[in-house]
């Protein structure tokens, strides 16, 4: 059975965002389930901090209807109140302490945890009276972190907000972000390049490719769904031809390929000889923006493959 949809915290209709002659999105719809984390993923420049930025009322779009919480968020002090946008290499005034840059926020932000804050600045041995001039990079976006967590928003946004972050406190946030959702739901969206490191974390998935949508699925339903098979060219297309391609390399008579299984399909890619990997979520993204760049390629490249 389906599950019921979630409601949705914010629905983006047919939005296109130009700059002079550049479309940063192009016809996007979509809605952000609420009290979910969704990632945001793509590729370089594939429109992700645009999309943030309209759904926090930094930009209107040049077409289409934008709404959170039931109502277009720009200029609208009730609806941007409940956003907590935190920016990749967000910058605070220059006079600013670390706890200067906490006490600001915590006058701009109803549900704001001062705990959580401190127990965090703790946790990423962040110096409250340092002044955030002199933080290093990693140390900055840590910040950015604890200010997205204690903010407690109901729609809280992280773009790509590890910049300098080392590993260990890269899991220290998925940890403290996960214990504190599971507390206190809300809906987070969270963009970033390193798939695999949250892709247990996500609940939905939004994948972006130069400005259009090209995934947008729970996340759920997409462990398992795709394979990565390899073995005999032909074998290969067969099985290929009975599924959705997605990308695939051929070398001499072998070739490997990426494919997203057809749920209705019940033929077993091991049984046709050919050997089998499961797809993880960042190889299913990485063939999936690959298909679309090549996405007028892909016809003659199944002909190519059952040639
Ligand atoms: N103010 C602007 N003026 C002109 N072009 C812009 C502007 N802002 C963004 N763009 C262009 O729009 C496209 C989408 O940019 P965006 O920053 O949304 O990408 P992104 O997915 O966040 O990329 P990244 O992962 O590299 O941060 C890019 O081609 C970018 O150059």
């Given at each position: ?24 999105l192009d016809d996007v ?17 594939a429109g992700k901090t ?94 950015g972190i604890i200010i ?160």
């Amino acid at each position: 059975m389906t599950p019921a949809p979630l409601p949705a915290a914010a629905t983006v209709s047919g939005v296109t965002m130009r700059f002079r002659n550049h479309v940063a999105l192009d016809d996007v719809s979509t809605v952000v389930a609420q009290d979910a984390i969704t990632g945001l993923l793509g590729r370089n420049g594939a429109g992700k901090t645009t999309l943030m930025q309209l759904l926090t009322g930094h930009r209107v779009p040049t077409s289409g209807r934008v709404e959170v919480f039931g109502r277009p968020p720009y200029e609208d002090d009730d609806v941007l109140r409940d956003i907590c946008f935190v920016k990749e290499g967000q910058r605070y005034p220059e006079q600013f302490r670390v706890k200067d840059a906490l006490s600001a926020a915590a006058l701009v932000f109803p549900s704001w945890d001062a705990e959580l804050a401190a127990s965090l600045m703790e946790d990423f041995d962040l110096p409250p009276k340092r002044p955030v001039k002199k933080l290093s990079r990693g140390m900055n976006s840590a910040v950015g972190i604890i200010i997205g967590l204690a903010a407690r928003a109901p729609l809280t946004l992280f773009d790509e907000p590890y910049l300098g972050l080392d590993a260990v406190a890269r899991q220290l946030f998925y940890d403290r972000l996960l214990a504190d959702y599971a507390e206190h739901p809300r809906t987070i969206v969270l963009s970033t390049h390193l798939i695999e490191e949250i892709a247990a974390l996500l609940e939905h998935v939004l994948l972006i490719d130069r400005g259009r949508v090209v995934l947008d699925a729970d996340a759920e339903s997409l462990r398992g769904s795709a394979l990565t098979v390899a073995g005999p060219r032909d074998r290969v297309a067969a099985f290929a031809a009975g599924h959705e391609l997605l990308h695939t390399e051929t070398l001499g008579a072998s070739s490997r390929a990426v494919v997203r299984l057809r749920p209705d399909a019940d033929d077993d890619a091991a049984a046709a000889g050919l050997s089998v990997e499961q797809t993880n979520l960042q190889q299913l993204v990485v063939a999936m923006s690959l298909r679309s760049t090549e996405a007028s390629t892909i016809p003659s490249r199944l002909e190519e493959l059952s040639r």
